[in-house]
């Protein structure tokens, strides 16, 4: 995503698995995204969250059989947005907007022999961006991991094609983003103007 014009992204969300037994993993939902924008300091023990959630493994039980794990995986979601400008310095909090881990294949065997059937585990979501005014925050955009299977017929390459999510951006500088308001009196009910 090209931040460079100013323009803030949320994370996208995770790829379902695909399935056809209706046991498939659900994609994992994409990371929030969070501005603040603060006259004095941030500081102190917090976090602030953007993560990617994680993709759902393809575990369903097929009541008939007993077999579990023969559709595929859901994607690791992306990880969000952090932006952060402060008057004073920014220390001490961690700031994260890592993807989601990929979900996994667990195919045991039923009444069927299945333990050799492969479907596609998901991939781990890209992270995300952070940008601050200043300060050295512990800040971190990981790509999610890729989920694997434990099929017996890839024992050889449990990714199966599944791939991590690549690095995000965490060094970027609040310094290209103005928001002016227009001189009025707010009250309760009513509204102002905010032009970014």
Avoid: M
Avoid at 31 to 41: A, D, I, R, S
């Amino acid at each position: 995503l090209d931040y460079s014009t100013g323009r803030l992204f949320l994370g996208g969300g995770g790829g379902a698995g695909d399935e056809n037994e209706n046991y498939g993993g659900g994609g994992g939902n994409g990371g929030g995204l969070v501005f603040l924008w603060v006259n004095g300091k941030i500081y102190g023990n917090g976090v602030i969250l953007a993560n990617g959630g994680d993709g759902g493994d393809a575990t369903g039980n097929q009541p008939i059989t007993g077999t579990t794990g023969t559709d595929a995986a859901g994607g690791g979601g992306a990880g969000g947005t952090v932006v952060l400008s402060a008057g004073g310095n920014i220390s001490n909090i961690s700031i994260y907007a890592n993807g989601g881990k990929g979900g996994n294949q667990l195919i045991k065997k039923g009444l069927f022999n299945y333990s050799t059937e492969a479907e596609g585990p998901g991939g781990g979501g890209g992270g995300g961006y952070i940008a601050i005014s200043g300060g050295t925050p512990l800040k971190l955009t990981a790509g999610g991991v890729n989920g694997t299977t434990n099929s017996a017929g890839l024992t050889e390459f449990p990714p199966n094609g599944a791939t991590k999510g690549g690095y995000g951006i965490d060094n970027a500088v609040f310094d290209n983003y103005n928001i002016s308001v227009i001189n009025d009196t707010v009250c309760k009910g009513s509204s102002a103007l905010l032009q970014a």
